[in-house]
């Protein structure tokens, strides 16, 4: 079988979205399935094309005419258009933003080929998230609007988690072509963690210290300003108490200017963004992650890839109780959750859970074995194959199909 997947970016540039796809593509080639990559005008990145990255070869749709979201859309299907002349692929696979679903609906239909559908989260709340959108605004309605059109146009939609199918199900998307594709953790590269680094704990003057640590964008939605708001009465109660926030983002300079501010500023440790391949070193200094994240529509709907890293570092996860949070921790069990948008609240569970280190052994083993048993990434590519092998046995549909 082979798929061919639409994507809004990809390697070699890194982020959340990008090491998802190489995860997913990965454990489909494990299943003996072949796959073509094409990402649309929104990867920005210089380089040959197609490109090869990781292993994975990836066509570009090349520049968009300048026109904002029409352009995209159109330079997206021709290329896409071309490409399934070229490749003659099984199924098109969109992965969200919307955009990439608008284009592969046309090109689906022409080549009367099954579309895929994959939703990592609605683009209206993203935009709300990263602050450059307003819930309820005219723009969010239509975006609304247009994510509700492409799912049922879709043949199969997926998404990463039962907030977001639940939201689908709400808006009359049809049950039976809604599946769950979740996040997950390569045990393999997250599986084996570091023991501490002392060299890099000395130089960030962490030696003997109570670690609080955020590896990860600096987002709005992320709520590090309340992270930072309760470090006060963090120190207060645990005098040894340090804040390790290792990362960058649209709210860096702001978060900065608040550590500064703050009477326990020299508790306040920033390192910038680092080589993914040093991630594994700062994890070695922190002892419990925190995930302050705020309340919204986003937070609440979609869920994080964090947590499960961490988990599977054998770190104690502390995060506040956002509906895509309690899809993945329990409260007590496999870490702590906490009232969200409340600092005092989130600097009580820190202090009560660095109180409590002789549970902590056994918190780390329930977390680690949650990950190793549900949440790989073989156990959710597997969600793929009854989708693809119904799609693919069909008989074609009819190009002018409604």
């Known amino acids: 079988m082979r798929i061919l997947h639409l994507l809004d970016h990809s390697l070699p540039l890194h982020s959340g979205y990008t090491f998802r796809t190489r995860a997913l593509l990965r454990g489909q080639h494990k299943l003996g399935w072949e796959t073509v990559h094409l990402t649309t005008p929104r990867h920005v990145r210089d380089g040959p094309n197609p490109e090869t990255a990781d292993g994975l070869v990836f066509h570009r749709t090349g520049d968009s005419g300048g026109l904002p979201i029409v352009g995209e859309v159109r330079a997206t299907a021709r290329a896409l ?3 399934v002349a070229e490749t003659q692929p099984d199924i098109i696979h969109a992965h969200s933003p919307v955009l990439t679903a608008l284009a592969a609906s046309g ?144 709210m860096e300079a702001a978060l900065k200017a608040q550590a500064a501010a703050s009477p326990v500023a020299d508790r306040i440790h920033f390192v910038g963004r680092v080589p993914h391949s040093d991630v594994d070193r700062y994890y070695s200094l922190i002892d419990a992650l925190a995930y302050p994240r705020k309340h919204m529509r986003l937070t609440d709907l979609v869920t994080p890839l964090k947590p499960l890293e961490a988990m599977a570092q054998e770190k104690l996860v502390v995060a506040s109780d956002v509906g895509g949070h309690r899809e993945l921790i329990e409260d007590g069990v496999t870490g702590t959750l906490f009232r969200a948008d409340d600092p005092a609240a989130l600097a009580a569970a820190l202090s009560d859970l660095f109180a409590e280190r002789a549970t902590w052994p056994e918190r780390r083993a329930r977390a680690k074995r949650f990950v190793a048993q549900e949440r790989t990434w073989d156990r959710s590519v597997a969600a793929y194959v009854p989708v693809y092998e119904r799609l693919a046995a069909r008989a074609p549909r009819a190009a002018d199909q409604g």
């Open 81 to 83: 258009d071309r490409l």
């Open 107 to 250: 090109v689906a239909r022409k080549h009367r080929l099954p579309l895929v559908y994959e939703i990592r989260a609605f683009w209206e709340d993203a935009a709300v998230g990263n602050g450059t959108g307003t819930e309820g605004s005219i723009r969010y309605r239509a975006t609304r609007a247009i994510e509700t059109w492409a799912c049922r146009r879709a043949d199969a939609v997926g998404a990463i988690c039962e907030g977001l199918l639940g939201d689908l199900r709400a808006r009359g998307i049809d049950p039976a072509k809604l599946f769950a594709v979740p996040n997950a953790v390569d045990l393999d590269q997250f599986g084996s963690p570091l023991p501490r680094d002392s060299g890099l704990s000395a130089q960030l003057g962490l030696d003997g210290a109570d670690v609080v640590g955020f590896i990860g964008s600096y987002y709005d939605y992320e709520g590090l300003d309340d992270l930072i708001a309760a470090m006060p009465a963090l120190v207060a109660a645990r005098p040894a108490a340090h804040l390790l926030l290792v990362g960058g983002g649209p």
